[in-house]
Structures are given as C-alpha cells and as structure tokens.
C-alpha cells in the first residue's frame, strides 16, 4: 500500500488552517440537541479509520459553554490545547488549561466547562468501537451533589481562576 492508495479515509495530511481549524475536516456539531444537555459546543474528527483502534476528536466550548454530563463503559483520554475551564471527574473538579492531561476511566461521571471568558478546546481519544453514553438519573445527580464542589460545578458556581 502506498499512501496515495485511496481506499482508506485518512488523507496523508490535514492541514492546520488557523482558529483550532484544520483542512478538509468539519466542524460539526457535539451531539443531537435532543439526545443530551449541552451548550455552545462543537466537534471535528481529525482521525478516524477503520485499521485504527481510536478515534481523535477536537471539541471546542464557546465561552461558558460546556459538554454533557454522562458516563460510559468506555475510557477516555483529554488533553486540553487552548483557553480554560474546570472539568468535573466523579465527584471531583479540576481547573483546566492548555497541555493538561485527563484520564477519563470507565463509568465515571465527567463533564466539561469552559470560562465565561474564555473558550476551552480540547483533543479526546477514545475507541473506534464504544459504547453510548449514559445519562444521570435524579438519583446519580443527588449522589454526585452530596460532594459540596461537585454541586457547585453542576450549579456553574465554580470559575477556574
């Protein structure tokens, strides 16, 4: 195989056009706005392919933006490139900015905000192959609100400074 062979999705190189923008990929939105709670987020798939076991996945949170609160069977890794927020990991949250590292382990809650001042634009990598997200019931969302910070972030009291 060479890499001019075009059986495969992945070209041999995608630009970086500015603006957390690369060429010949889109930005689309984060998710269905019917399927889950979110705000002013959007998403690009940088490398997806079906010889890869992952999948690299820009995201970026507009000023007081932020992901949706979920779950799932799968782990992930995020690594921040620009701007700030805070991200809440189980019970726990964590200021954010650019080059810093998250692990994301299997079925641990996990969300994602952005400054109101500032956007928060990241890099994940996740399996190709996995599963959907899970959503909190009113009884995970009490449990997770028994931690005094982790219910501050839900409330969007906590600013990273």
Known sequence: MTITD????LAPLSKYSGAFRWEGVERRPYKDAAAAPFKA???QTLASD???????????????GFSTLERHEHMHVVMA?????????GDAVYALGAHDLVTIEPMIWHQFRARRDAPL????LVNAARDRPQLPTEADLAALRRSPEAAAFLDGL????
Do not use: H, Q, T, V
């Open 6 to 9: 075009n059986r495969f999705p």
């Open 41 to 43: 987020i959007s998403r």
């Open 50 to 64: 079906p010889r890869l076991a992952g999948e690299l996945r820009y995201f970026e949170i507009d000023p007081g």
């Open 81 to 89: 490139l620009r701007g700030s927020g805070s991200c809440l990991i």
């Open 121 to 124: 634009g990241f890099l994940c």
């Open 158 to 161: 906590i600013e990273p400074s």
